[in-house]
C-alpha cells in the first residue's frame, strides 16, 4: 500500500514483459511447426520463408489416409486404462498410508522412490515376460510397462491428497452409523475427487509421452501414437511437414483435456507436495 | 503415409485392439516384419497380386520404424513358434543372425527354383547374404553410396566431377563461397559417419580389416583419409553441421546450398522430382561413382528363420518378389535395384529413371563393399563412429581417435 | 504427519486392524508383479555373461559384469554428462519456474489462459520434441538460427562444448512447464497470515521473498527437485533424436549407453548392472534430499 504509483507500473511492467516473453517461447516453436505442416516440400528447409501459398496435403494425408486417428486411439487407450489401474490400486493404498501412517514416512518415500528406477532396468525382463505371455505387440505390454511409473507417481499425489481430509469428516460419518467402509467411499473419496483429478492427469501425462517402453513393447495395429511420430523419421530422412501434423494433433486433445482441470491438477499437485 | 496393416478390422471396438488380432482364414498365414519406407509401400502393392494368384497363402505385414525391429525380429528367434515366417535383414546383422543359427539356410529352395537365376544379383549384394559358405539371405534393396552433385554447378564453372579423393576435396574447397558450399556432410557421432567416411576409407586404399581378419583401422591410410575428411568438414562444408546426419544433408543439397553429397544412390529420383524438396532445382542432380570408385554397400536382404513354420511358403512369397519379372516392376515403380538384368533393361530405362542413372548404379554396385560384417558389426560402427567424430570435434586427433578405435574394437571382437 | 493417526485413537476397532494391509493389498501386487520381479530378474541377468544372441551360452559371471564398468571410461562420461545433465536443466528449470510462479501467481489478468498455454510443451512426447528441435535449430535449415543470425548472433547448437547445454535448454523448454505448476500450486497453498505480518512490519518485498515466501516453499521446493531430478535422469529421446551422443561422447547421457550396449549390442547382462549402479547413484542422491526434507519437517513441527 505504501508502494508509490510508479513502481507498482513499473513491476507490472516488467512482469507483462516476462510473461509474454515466456509465451513467446513457449509458443513460437508450436507456430513454426504449424506454418511447416502447410509448406510445400521445397519450403520446408527455408527459414527465410514465412509467407507461402499453403497446402493442406500433410493435413489431408495425416488425418484421412494414415493410421494416425488408430495411433491416437491406442495412446489415449493406453493412457486411461493405465490410470484407472493406477487409482483403483492407489487410492485405497494412499488412505492406509495416510490414515494409518502404514510403514511411517519411509513407506511414502518408497512409494517415490519406485518412481525412480530407471526404464532401462525394467523393459528387459518386462520384454521377456511379455514375449512368455505371447502379451508382445500388444496395448496389455505397454500398459504393464507405464503401470510402473504411473502407479507410484498417482499413488504419491494421492497421499498428500487424503492427508488434506480432515478427520473430522470421517469421524462423523461413522457416528452418523456408517462403516469405515462406507465413511472412505462416501465421505473421503468425494473430498479427493479434485486430487483424484490431477493425480489423474498427470499420470496420463507420463504415459501419453513415452515412448521408450512402447518402441520396444508395441507394433504394428498396436503401436502409440509417440512410436507412430517417431515413424515419421524414416531411413530416407524426416518427413517434417507430416510429423508436425502429428504433434500438433497430438498435443491438442491433451491440451484440452488439461485446461478443464488444470485448477484442480494446481491443487493436487500442491497437496502432494506440501504435506511430503 | 499409405495404410501400414494391410489387413482392416472393421468394426474394430477400441476395446478389442487390446488383444492380439487373430487371423481367420484357413489358409497358410505369413507374418511379415518390414521397415516404415517407401520401397516396402512398393511391395505392399505388388503383394496384392501375389495373394490373388496363391488363396492359399495370406501375407501380413508388420511395418515398423528401423529401430524398432532388431528387437522384435530377435525374439521372434527365440520363440517356439516364430512370430515372424519372413524378415529383412540389415547387412550388419547378417552374420550375426546367420552364426547365431537364427536363419535358414536357403541353397536347396534357391537351386530347386527354375528360372530364378540367382547369378544375376549383383556380386557384392549376394556376398553379403552368403555367410560361411551359405546363403542365409536373397537381396530385397540397395542403399550403396554414390556421390550425388549440382551438376549446373559444375558445368557452369566448367569442372569435371572428381573422381580421386584429393580432386574431390580441392574442388568442394574451391567451390564454397559465401552461404554456398562445396558438401553437405553428415558427421553425426555413430552410425552416419561411419557410413560416410568408410567411403574416404576405401579411396585412400585402406580398410577396417585385413584379410586375415587383423583390424587396421589405425594405419596410414586410414589417418591420412581421417585428416582429409576433417580438412573438408572445415573447409567445405557447413558450419554447425557436426550433428548432421541423412536428412540435414539432403535438405541442404536440395535447398541449394551445397553442391555435393555423398548418400544413397537412389535419392537422386527424390531430388530431381519437381514435387519433392528441392522444387525448382529438380533435373538439376546427377549421380556419380564416390571418389575413388570403390563404394559403401548397405543392403536389405529377405531372410527366412530356422523357426519359421512353413518354409516353403515363406520361400515361395521370397522368391516371387524378388523374382526377375516381378522385381522388374518393383524397380519400375521406384525401388531400388539389385539385379543385373533389370538394371540393363531398356524398358526399365524408358519407364524409371533413364538409361544413366540404372548404369552408373550398376557401376556402383559391382565395386562396393558392405558396410560392415562379422558378429559385432553393430558395435564396431558404434565405436568407430564415435571415435570418428570425436576427432572431427577436435577432441583427439586423427591419430589418437584411430589408435583408439582399434583398441576397442579389438576388446570387442574377443 | 499421518503417523500421529495411531495415537488419536480414532475408534479403530480391533478387527479392523486389518483394514490397513488389505487396503494396501492391490498396491503391493501391482508393484510387485510389474516392479519387483522384473528388478529381481535384472539382477539375475547383471550376474550373468547374458548376451542375447548367445542364450545357449548363458554363464554365471559373478561381479565380472560390474567390474568391467569401472574400466569403462565411456560409461563414466555417460553417468558424469547425465549429472551435468540433470543438475544443469534443474537448476535452470527451478530458477525460471519460481520466478515465472511469483509473478504468474500475482497476475492481474488471462492469469489462466497464460498458465493454460505455459503448460503446452509438458504435453508434446519427448522424441517429438528432440526432432522439433533439432530442426528448428539446425545451423543452416533451421529458423532460430537464421532469426540470431539476423541480430548478429552465431551460434553452433550442437558443437563441441554447446551440445550438451543446447540439450539442457531443450529440456527447460519442455519441463519448466511442470515446475511453474508445482511452484504455482505451492504458493497458492501457503498461508496468508506471515506475509500480513511481514506487510505491516514493512518488509521490503526482497526480504518478505528471502524471509517469508522462501523459507514456507522450502519443502515444495526439494519436492519439485526430487520429482524433476528423478525424471532428468532418464533423459534419452533428445539425445536419440539429435546428437546420438555426439560431438564426441560430450552427450552421451547413461540411459542413452544402456540402450545402446543392451539393445544395440544385446549384451544385456553388462547393461543390468549399468542400470543398478545408475540407481546406485540415483538412489544415493535421493535419500541425501530425502534426509534434508525429513529434518526440515522435524524442525518445522
Known amino acids: 500500500m505504501t508502494v508509490p504509483l510508479l513502481r507498482r507500473r513499473l513491476y507490472l511492467a516488467l512482469q507483462t514483459g516476462v510473461v509474454g516473453l515466456a509465451l513467446l517461447t513457449v509458443l513460437f516453436p508450436f507456430f513454426w511447426i504449424f506454418l511447416t505442416s502447410l509448406k510445400p516440400p521445397d519450403l520446408v528447409a527455408r527459414p527465410d520463408v514465412w509467407t507461402f501459398l499453403p497446402s493442406a496435403a500433410n493435413w489431408r494425408e495425416v488425418f484421412l489416409e494414415s493410421d494416425v486417428p488408430r495411433y491416437i486411439a491406442n495412446s489415449l487407450l493406453v493412457g486411461v486404462v493405465t490410470v484407472a489401474i493406477a487409482l483403483l490400486v492407489g487410492f485405497p493404498a494412499a488412505y492406509s498410508f495416510s490414515r494409518y501412517g502404514t510403514g511411517g514416512g519411509l513407506a511414502r518415500f518408497a512409494v517415490l522412490a519406485a518412481e525412480m528406477v530407471p526404464p532401462a532396468v525394467l523393459i528387459v525382463p518386462l520384454f521377456l515376460v511379455m514375449y512368455r505371455l505371447a502379451l508382445t505387440n500388444t496395448l496389455v505390454a505397454v500398459i504393464a510397462a507405464h503401470l510402473t511409473f504411473v502407479v507410484p507417481v498417482v499413488t504419491w499425489f494421492l497421499i498428500g491428497f487424503v492427508d488434506e481430509v480432515p478427520r473430522e469428516l470421517e469421524e462423523q460419518a461413522m457416528v452418523d452409523g456408517y462403516t469405515r467402509g462406507q465413511a472412505i467411499l462416501r465421505v473421503v473419496l468425494p473430498a479427493v475427487r479434485p486430487g483424484i483429478a490431477a493425480a489423474g492427469i498427470f499420470g496420463f501425462v507420463l504415459s501419453w509421452n513415452d515412448m521408450f517402453y512402447a518402441l520396444i513393447l508395441t507394433g504394428g495395429a498396436s503401436k502409440t501414437l509417440p512410436v507412430a511420430i517417431a515413424g515419421y523419421w524414416t531411413f530416407r530422412g524426416i518427413e517434417m511437414g507430416k510429423m508436425a501434423v502429428a504433434i500438433l494433433l497430438a498435443v491438442v486433445p491433451v491440451l484440452v483435456a488439461s485446461f478443464f482441470v488444470q485448477k484442480h491438477l494446481v491443487k493436487g499437485l500442491g497437496g502432494g507436495a506440501v504435506k511430503m | 503415409m499409405t495404410t501400414k496393416t494391410r489387413k482392416r478390422y472393421?468394426?474394430?471396438?477400441?476395446?478389442?485392439?487390446?488383444?492380439?488380432?487373430?487371423?481367420?482364414?484357413?489358409?497358410?498365414?505369413?507374418?511379415?516384419?518390414?521397415?516404415?519406407?517407401?520401397?516396402?509401400?512398393?511391395?505392399?502393392?505388388?503383394?496384392?497380386?501375389?495373394?490373388?494368384?496363391?488363396?492359399?497363402?495370406?501375407?501380413?505385414?508388420?511395418?515398423?520404424?528401423?529401430?524398432?525391429?532388431?528387437?522384435?525380429?530377435?525374439?521372434?528367434?527365440?520363440?517356439?513358434?516364430?512370430?515372424?515366417?519372413?524378415?529383412?535383414?540389415?547387412?550388419?546383422?547378417?552374420?550375426?543372425?546367420?552364426?547365431?543359427?537364427?536363419?535358414?539356410?536357403?541353397?536347396?529352395?534357391?537351386?530347386?527354383?527354375?528360372?530364378?537365376?540367382?547369378?544375376?544379383?549383383?556380386?557384392?549384394?549376394?556376398?553379403?547374404?552368403?555367410?560361411?559358405?551359405?546363403?542365409?539371405?536373397?537381396?530385397?534393396?540397395?542403399?550403396?553410396?554414390?556421390?550425388?552433385?549440382?551438376?549446373?554447378?559444375?558445368?557452369?564453372?566448367?569442372?569435371?566431377?572428381?573422381?580421386?579423393?584429393?580432386?574431390?576435396?580441392?574442388?568442394?574447397?574451391?567451390?564454397?563461397?559465401?552461404?554456398?558450399?562445396?558438401?553437405?556432410?553428415?558427421?553425426?557421432?555413430?552410425?552416419?559417419?561411419?557410413?560416410?567416411?568408410?567411403?574416404?576409407?576405401?579411396?585412400?586404399?585402406?580398410?577396417?580389416?585385413?584379410?586375415?581378419?587383423?583390424?587396421?583401422?589405425?594405419?596410414?591410410?586410414?589417418?591420412?583419409?581421417?585428416?582429409?575428411?576433417?580438412?573438408?568438414?572445415?573447409?567445405?562444408?557447413?558450419?554447425?553441421?557436426?550433428?548432421?546426419?541423412?536428412?540435414?544433408?539432403?535438405?541442404?543439397?536440395?535447398?541449394?546450398?551445397?553442391?555435393?553429397?555423398?548418400?544413397?544412390?537412389?535419392?537422386?529420383?527424390?531430388?530431381?522430382?519437381?514435387?519433392?524438396?528441392?522444387?525448382?532445382?529438380?533435373?538439376?542432380?546427377?549421380?556419380?561413382?564416390?571418389?575413388?570408385?570403390?563404394?559403401?554397400?548397405?543392403?536389405?536382404?529377405?531372410?527366412?528363420?530356422?523357426?519359421?513354420?512353413?518354409?516353403?511358403?515363406?520361400?515361395?512369397?521370397?522368391?516371387?518378389?524378388?523374382?526377375?519379372?516381378?522385381?522388374?516392376?518393383?524397380?519400375?515403380?521406384?525401388?531400388?535395384?539389385?539385379?543385373?538384368?533389370?538394371?540393363?533393361?531398356?524398358?526399365?530405362?524408358?519407364?524409371?529413371?533413364?538409361?544413366?542413372?540404372?548404369?552408373?548404379?550398376?557401376?556402383?554396385?559391382?565395386?562396393?563393399?558392405?558396410?560392415?560384417?562379422?558378429n559385432n558389426a553393430e558395435e564396431l560402427i558404434d565405436i568407430v563412429g564415435t571415435e570418428l567424430n570425436a576427432a572431427v570435434a577436435g577432441k583427439k586427433s586423427p591419430k589418437q581417435a584411430l589408435a583408439d578405435a582399434a583398441r576397442r574394437v579389438k576388446a570387442a571382437l574377443e | 504427519m499421518a503417523v500421529e493417526a495411531e495415537a488419536n485413537g480414532m475408534a479403530i476397532p480391533a478387527s479392523r486392524w486389518g483394514l490397513r494391509y488389505r487396503l494396501l493389498l492391490p498396491l503391493t501386487l501391482t508393484l510387485g508383479a510389474v516392479l519387483l520381479y522384473p528388478l529381481l530378474f535384472s539382477f539375475w541377468v547383471s550376474l550373468h555373461r547374458y548376451q542375447l544372441t548367445r542364450l545357449q551360452d548363458v554363464r554365471f559371471a559373478g561381479l565380472r559384469n560390474y567390474l568391467k564398468l569401472f574400466e569403462d571410461p565411456a560409461f563414466w562420461n555417460a553417468i558424469l554428462n547425465t549429472l551435468t545433465f540433470v543438475f544443469g536443466a534443474v537448476t535452470l528449470e527451478l530458477v525460471l519456474g519460481f520466478a515465472l510462479a511469483l509473478l504468474l501467481h500475482r497476475l492481474p489478468r488471462f492469469r489462466h489462459l497464460a498458465r493454460a498455454m505455459l503448460l503446452t510443451p509438458m504435453f508434446v512426447t519427448p522424441i517429438a520434441v528432440g526432432l522439433m528441435f533439432r530442426f528448428l535449430l539446425n545451423q543452416q535449415l533451421g529458423v532460430l538460427p537464421w532469426l540470431l543470425e539476423g541480430l548478429g548472433i552465431r551460434i553452433d547448437w550442437f558443437g563441441p562444448g554447446m551440445a550438451l547445454f543446447s540439450i539442457i535448454l531443450i529440456d527447460v523448454w519442455q519441463w519448466t512447464p511442470f515446475m511453474l505448476l508445482l511452484l504455482l500450486a505451492g504458493l497458492e497453498s501457503l498461508p496468508k497470515a506471515p506475509f500480513e505480518a511481514a506487510r505491516i512490519d514493512g518488509a521490503s518485498a526482497w526480504m518478505t521473498f528471502t524471509r517469508v515466501t522462501l523459507p514456507l516453499m522450502k519443502p515444495v521446493l526439494l519436492v519439485a527437485i526430487v520429482i524433476r531430478g528423478l525424471d532428468a535422469f532418464k533423459v534419452f529421446e533428445y539425445i536419440y533424436a539429435i546428437t546420438r551422443g555426439g560431438p564426441g561422447g560430450s552427450t552421451e547421457t547413461i540411459l542413452f549407453y544402456i540402450y545402446k550396449v543392451g539393445f544395440r549390442f544385446f549384451r544385456m547382462g553388462e547393461a543390468a548392472a549399468m542400470a543398478y549402479v545408475l540407481v546406485a547413484v540415483t538412489l544415493a542422491l535421493v535419500t541425501l534430499l530425502y534426509l534434508l526434507m525429513t529434518r526440515e519437517g522435524r524442525r518445522r513441527s
Open chain 2, 10 to 374: 472393421a468394426g474394430l471396438l477400441a476395446g478389442a485392439a487390446l488383444l492380439a488380432l487373430a487371423p481367420t482364414a484357413s489358409a497358410v498365414e505369413l507374418n511379415v516384419i518390414m521397415e516404415e519406407v517407401p520401397d516396402y509401400d512398393i511391395v505392399a502393392r505388388l503383394t496384392e497380386r501375389f495373394e490373388a494368384a496363391n488363396p492359399d497363402i495370406q501375407i501380413t505385414f508388420d511395418a515398423m520404424p528401423y529401430d524398432a525391429m532388431r528387437d522384435k525380429i530377435l525374439t521372434s528367434f527365440l520363440a517356439p513358434e516364430a512370430t515372424y515366417d519372413i524378415i529383412i535383414v540389415d547387412n550388419p546383422w547378417m552374420d550375426e543372425f546367420a552364426r547365431a543359427g537364427y536363419l535358414a539356410s536357403l541353397d536347396e529352395l534357391v537351386k530347386g527354383t527354375d528360372g530364378y537365376d540367382y547369378e544375376d544379383f549383383v556380386a557384392p549384394l549376394r556376398a553379403i547374404g552368403e555367410v560361411d559358405g551359405k546363403i542365409y539371405g536373397v537381396p530385397y534393396y540397395n542403399y550403396a553410396l554414390g556421390l550425388i552433385v549440382r551438376q549446373d554447378v559444375f558445368d557452369a564453372k566448367g569442372i569435371a566431377v572428381p573422381t580421386t579423393l584429393e580432386d574431390y576435396v580441392a574442388t568442394i574447397k574451391s567451390l564454397t563461397e559465401g552461404d554456398f558450399y562445396g558438401a553437405a556432410m553428415q558427421p553425426q557421432q555413430g552410425y552416419k559417419i561411419f557410413e560416410e567416411w568408410k567411403n574416404w576409407l576405401y579411396a585412400m586404399g585402406g580398410d577396417l580389416m585385413d584379410e586375415n581378419g587383423n583390424v587396421v583401422i589405425d594405419s596410414p591410410e586410414a589417418v591420412k583419409a581421417l585428416e582429409m575428411y576433417i580438412d573438408a568438414y572445415n573447409n567445405a562444408a557447413p558450419p554447425g553441421s557436426l550433428n548432421w546426419g541423412f536428412d540435414e544433408a539432403l535438405r541442404a543439397v536440395a535447398s541449394g546450398k551445397a553442391a555435393t553429397m555423398m548418400s544413397y544412390n537412389w535419392m537422386l529420383p527424390t531430388l530431381n522430382n519437381p514435387e519433392g524438396p528441392a522444387g525448382e532445382l529438380a533435373g538439376k542432380f546427377q549421380l556419380y561413382e564416390v571418389p575413388g570408385g570403390k563404394a559403401v554397400l548397405g543392403a536389405w536382404h529377405w531372410a527366412i528363420p530356422a523357426n519359421a513354420e512353413d518354409r516353403e511358403a515363406a520361400w515361395k512369397f521370397v522368391s516371387w518378389i524378388t523374382s526377375k519379372e516381378v522385381d522388374k516392376e518393383r524397380v519400375i515403380l521406384g525401388g531400388a535395384p539389385i539385379r543385373t538384368s533389370v538394371m540393363t533393361d531398356p524398358e526399365v530405362w524408358e519407364k524409371g529413371y533413364g538409361e544413366r542413372y540404372y548404369k552408373t548404379v550398376l557401376a556402383i554396385l559391382e565395386d562396393a563393399e558392405p558396410l560392415a560384417t562379422g
